[in-house]
């Protein structure tokens, strides 16, 4: 199999820099070539700095990948769902290239997006740059852990990689990217027991409650899907915290090998089961961002730089 990007199914680090930008140059092939060079860059910080753990991701917006490269498409490529049902969104921000950039260093995190935007800065907009971090034992500001479900170990691999059904784009990735914003004055106005009802996990040791215990306005159930085989419908999520004294929220990222898997979740949480129930959770944090990328393997960039 090609090489995946190291970025896409690393373990979860202490700091991230996310990076989107807007391509204002038409001279796609120096694109392609710097793309390649962002890879050197990874690569250049992960050997002289080994103990930050440095991974990273590059990928190339929905909507720009035949501008890029013209005549090859990942078979399932498709724009970012925009969803909007009574308050409750997904909306689209316009994205060509976003950078994702982890470690366990905040000082490399920074160093490495220097050296991408001082490479990158002649032929882009830089549209927005969050700097995210690992809040407590991993959980998300509300106060839950965050990635529960996550895969592990090798099937993450089976999860979040492109295999041989797309012969083209063997290792690459299907990136969704939400930067959520939350109300955190609102959600700490809630009981515990209340919280724990909409995530649908106790708060203090991440237990999951039981499916017939679940309410079906929770989280864990909306998101929690079968596909018509009754097998789990999974992503490879590798979000983390952002904020300030005034903002906070989740960067979002999800990570898949068909982008159906998000999609769906997405509707899901949104527009809700038969019966419009919802995810609750809606109610305390809002989608502010939203794109589509491909993350090809190491190999595909390469050759095409």
């Known amino acids: 199999m090609a090489q995946p990007q190291k970025g896409i199914c690393a373990e979860p680090n202490l700091h991230a820099q996310y ?13 392609r070539q710097k793309l390649a060079q962002i ?17 990273g991701v590059v990928a190339i917006g929905s909507s720009y990948w035949l501008e890029l490269y013209p005549g090859l498409i990942p078979m399932e490529l498709a724009p970012f769902p925009d969803m909007q049902c009574e308050d409750r969104s997904a909306p689209v921000v316009p994205c060509d290239l976003f950078i994702q950039i982890r470690a366990d260093r905040a000082d490399i995190c920074f160093a ?23 809040y407590l034992d991993g959980r998300d500001l509300t106060g839950f852990v965050d990635g529960t479900e996550n895969p592990k170990g090798m099937h993450k691999f089976d999860v979040a990689i492109v295999g041989d059904d797309d012969p083209d784009f063997v290792g690459g990735s299907y990136i969704h990217i939400q930067r959520y914003r939350h109300d955190l004055e609102k959600w700490n106005l809630l009981q515990v027991k209340k919280q724990e009802e909409i995530i649908g996990r106790t708060k203090a040791d991440d237990i999951e409650f ?47 090998k068909s982008p159906k898997p998000f999609t769906d979740m997405l509707s899901s949480m949104i527009f809700g089961d038969e019966h419009g129930v919802y995810d609750k959770l809606l109610d305390f944090t809002t989608a502010e ?7 090809p393997s190491v190999h595909f960039i390469k050759q095409y730089a």
């Open 19 to 31: 990076l989107m930008f807007n391509v204002v140059d038409d001279d796609h092939a120096t694109i």
């Open 39 to 55: 890879l050197n860059i990874f690569e250049h910080y992960d050997n002289e700095h080994y103990e930050a753990m440095v991974s």
């Open 112 to 134: 490495i997006a220097t050296d991408v935007f001082a490479l990158l800065k002649d032929e882009v907009e830089l549209i927005e740059q969050i700097t995210s971090f690992r």
């Open 210 to 256: 039981a499916g017939a215990d679940k309410a079906k306005f929770a989280h864990t159930k909306r998101t929690s899907l079968k596909n018509d085989e009754g097998k789990s419908i999974e992503i490879l999520r590798q979000s983390m915290p952002y904020g300030d004294m005034k903002v906070q929220g989740l960067m979002f990222i999800s990570c898949a």
């Open 289 to 295: 961002t939203g794109a589509a990328f491909f993350a």
